[in-house]
């Protein structure tokens, strides 16, 4: 199995940087690709960015041009979020796609103010 845990979450005002890090243990090296989520109040949760193995990227058209994801080897994943805007508020969760499986962390709070 793959644990994630995500950490950088906190508080910032519009305008700001934060970067997000999560971190898998477990049977990583199964893993296919690693994506970012987010889910705001009373919405459902959507995806944000995705990372393929092969190095494939795609990003939510909300967020391209402000939010990099990034990989570093199998083991971590980070968010770059920058010129952040107050509808970017939400719980940011990691997730991991490997043999067939899907895996979630516990999830980091991002709040913007305005």
């Known amino acids: 199995q793959v644990q994630l845990v995500e950490s950088g979450g906190g508080l910032v005002q519009a305008g700001g940087s934060l970067r997000l890090s999560c971190e898998a243990s477990?049977?990583?090296?199964?893993?296919?690709?690693m994506s970012w989520y987010r889910q705001a109040p009373g919405k459902q949760r959507e995806l944000v960015a995705v990372?393929?193995?092969?190095?494939?990227i795609h990003y939510a058209d909300s967020v391209k041009g402000r939010f990099i994801i990034s990989r570093d080897g199998a083991k971590n994943m980070y968010l770059q979020m920058n010129s952040l805007k107050p509808e970017d508020t939400a719980v940011y969760y990691c997730?991991?796609?490997?043999?067939?499986?899907?895996?979630w962390g516990q999830g980091t709070q991002v709040t913007v103010s305005s």
């Open positions: 477990g049977r990583i090296i199964g893993i296919n690709s």
């Open positions: 990372i393929h193995s092969g190095g494939n």
């Open positions: 997730n991991a796609l490997y043999n067939g499986l899907s895996t």
